[in-house]
């Protein structure tokens, strides 16, 4: 075993897995063979490459067994594996949508074209990164799911209304007219929202959030182009249904939309109760919900490198490291007594009350203890720090005069700053923080006395174990900001693109019900919130406003002929609601492909984010009405008078 992220001391009292990193080489005027660069995440292939080469060598395979760890292997893991699993579920998906829209139109143009749209605006949009040089990210990995859902959602609503009206018995021009007249209005209101709440996120003070909102915009305006300019030509020169060919039968999903479209204008009460019932159950678990981030959890059990941190962490000191930097702004304030007195402390502090997680601490106090030891014949009274500052001074003249080297990677030539290193379990970014406070306000009390002689004393947690925790405790709070900073945006443009604030405020509650639905039962079966099942927010966004826009848009159109809310209620279902409906089945079944992942955070995002869709599909079909029915929604003008909703029966 051993961890690609530390160097090894040589001598004895020193040699101590426990030492980690280049922090030491910190100093004041570095020997001239120290060369310290800056890595990138490109370079971590080629050197993991490069050292399995070594590893693998035939000489060794029948002595030795080797266990790389350290950041440098999970970064190429990352970078390589995750990378090829991704493109080869990619495949799945588009395969399974393919089949999907296939069972639903029974048309190979349904399915051709669909993808065609897909394709065309992933490719342009990562073309346009490309082009920009933009740099790669999880969020860039998040536009690609967005393309393929509004991809998926703007060509099968254009679909789906051609397919409803051509079974109305009308020509192939006169149902292309009508689709587009009504389905690409909407079309039109639904990216226009989305792209003005995603565009909000450049706000956000992170790069990667900031570069998503504006290529996620980018995305959604491309996609709908794509469907409003190209689908119509596509489908004048392959249609689904032959252009002269008259329907006059329903889909099977519209004839399940007909057995329920009364229940919500019938029983607009009831169905409300029961979705606030479900959605205060819901509270419960998303208050359950936890932040953290674990990068090795997130490769699942039984897999090589799971099993290497697992077998690292139980048997062989941990797979972690954390550094304490001290400096002191003074030279030779690490040979001061009391200095190193503090450091020990600090070290038995984390070794006691941290003994969970902290395997093994190292610093400049056990080599003092260590050779003040040895120069008193091994006397074990003796493996203490010497409170005489003169015996120190000649204990750390004979340490660095034998293991200049080694002196180095603990403290300053000026012995004005120095480290201690410290071994750690691997453990999540929750309760990586809860430590790294505990430590902190540990050393803030312990060192007190100290500032007074060292006014200037600064001491900083570093080290994997806190980099990560912070970054990915930073990222996950930061996106949680952004997108509900998104959301907010878009619930303000849907009450302008709406025209009423009684139709926004009715909209709400269907576009807030999935995210509850998703992140409740993330609450209740433990699925932390974490970098990766963040990435269902934007996706159910944009979903969840684009089906609302949809059902409202058509809604309006049709209580200005009717006058009617049962009515125009009933027509909304039956044009939306199968659009709807083809959606969420097809991009639901998608996201169920991530179960096949060794990625457990895009399992947990396949699983979470088909929840949210079938979840807002439910919301539509039964809620929005309902809630239309209570606050007797109308788009009238004041002068015009709309009738009750009558006592709505399943009719064809």
């Not at 443009?493 to 999935?514: C, D, E, Q, R, T």
């Not at 027509?571 to 996201?591: P, V, W, Y």
Request: glycine content about 6%; hydrophobic content about 50%.
């Amino acid at each position: 075993m051993f961890d690609t992220d530390e160097d090894l001391f040589d001598s004895d009292p020193v040699d101590d897995p426990g030492t980690g990193g280049q922090i030491g080489n910190a100093t004041e005027n570095p020997p001239d063979h120290v060369r310290m660069e800056k890595s990138d995440i490109k370079e971590y292939t080629p050197f993991v490459a490069a050292l399995k080469s070594v590893l693998e060598q035939e000489k060794y395979s029948g002595s030795l067994e080797f266990h790389p760890v350290g950041n440098p292997i999970l970064m190429d893991f990352f970078a390589t594996a995750v990378l090829q699993d991704m493109g080869r579920l990619m495949l799945l998906l588009i395969s399974l949508i393919a089949l999907v829209l296939w069972l639903l139109f029974r048309s190979l143009s349904a399915v051709v074209w669909p993808v065609v749209i897909i394709v065309l605006t992933i490719i342009w949009v990562m073309g346009i990164i490309g082009w920009l040089g933009v740099p790669m990210s999880a969020m860039i990995q998040v536009i690609i799911f967005l393309a393929l859902s509004v991809g998926i959602a703007d060509s099968v609503h254009i679909l789906s209304g051609y397919l409803f009206f051509r079974n109305r018995n009308l020509n192939h021009e006169a149902a292309l007219t009508a689709v587009m007249e009504k389905s690409g209005l909407a079309c039109l209101l639904t990216s226009l929202t989305t792209a003005i709440g995603l565009m909000s996120l450049v706000l956000v003070p992170l790069k990667p959030i900031v570069f998503f909102g504006i290529f996620a915009a980018v995305c959604v305006g491309l996609a709908f182009g794509f469907t409003v300019f190209l689908l119509p030509v596509m489908l004048d020169v392959w249609a689904p249904v032959p252009k002269q060919q008259d329907r006059d039968r329903d889909h099977l999903i519209l004839g399940w939309i007909k057995r329920i479209e009364g229940v919500s204008i019938q029983h607009p009460g009831k169905v409300i109760g029961i979705f606030s019932v479900v959605a205060i159950f819901l509270t419960y678990g998303f208050l359950q919900l936890r932040i953290d981030s674990n990068f090795v959890e997130i490769i699942k059990e039984g897999l090589p490198l799971r099993d290497t941190y697992t077998l690292v962490d139980r048997h062989l000191g941990g797979t972690t490291n954390m550094e304490i930097m001290l400096d002191f702004k003074v030279p030779d304030a690490m040979k001061d007594p009391d200095v190193l007195v503090a450091v020990q402390s600090l070290q038995t502090h984390l070794e006691t009350e941290h003994r969970d997680k902290v395997t093994l601490t190292m610093s400049l106090a056990n080599v003092v203890k260590d050779s003040f030891k040895a120069l008193n014949n091994d006397d074990p009274s003796k493996y203490v720090i010497p409170s005489d500052p003169a015996v120190l001074a000649q204990v750390l003249f004979l340490f660095s005069n034998a293991n200049p080297d080694d002196r180095r990677r603990l403290v300053s030539d000026n012995y004005q700053r120095s480290r201690i290193g410290l071994n750690a379990l691997n453990v999540g970014s929750v309760e990586a923080m809860a430590m790294m406070k505990e430590v902190q306000h540990f050393i803030e009390q312990r060192f007190a006395p100290l500032k007074q002689k060292y006014p200037g004393l600064e001491i900083t947690l570093t080290g994997n174990m806190a980099l990560l925790a912070i970054m990915l405790d930073y990222i996950s709070w930061s996106q949680i900001k952004s997108f509900s900073l998104a959301l907010g945006v878009i619930s303000i443009v849907l009450f302008l693109v709406l025209g009423s604030w009684k139709a926004g405020i009715v909209s709400l509650p269907p576009n807030l019900f999935p995210i509850l639905a998703s992140f409740g039962l993330m609450g209740f079966f433990g699925v932390p919130l974490d970098a990766d099942t963040l990435l269902i927010a934007p996706i159910i966004i944009g979903l969840a406003v684009d089906d609302t826009i949809h059902f409202m848009t058509h809604f309006r159109l049709e209580i200005e002929k009717s006058k009617d809310i049962g009515t125009a209620v009933v027509h909304a279902l039956r044009e939306a609601g199968q659009a709807i409906s083809f959606t969420s089945l097809i991009l639901s079944a998608g996201f169920l492909v991530f179960l096949l992942s060794f990625h457990n955070g895009l399992s947990h995002f396949g699983i979470f984010a088909a929840v949210a869709v079938m979840s807002a599909l439910i919301c539509d079909l039964f809620l929005l009405p309902a809630l239309c029915r209570v606050f007797h929604l109308d788009f009238s003008n004041r002068g015009q008078h709309i009738h009750p909703p009558r006592h709505i029966h399943s009719t064809d």
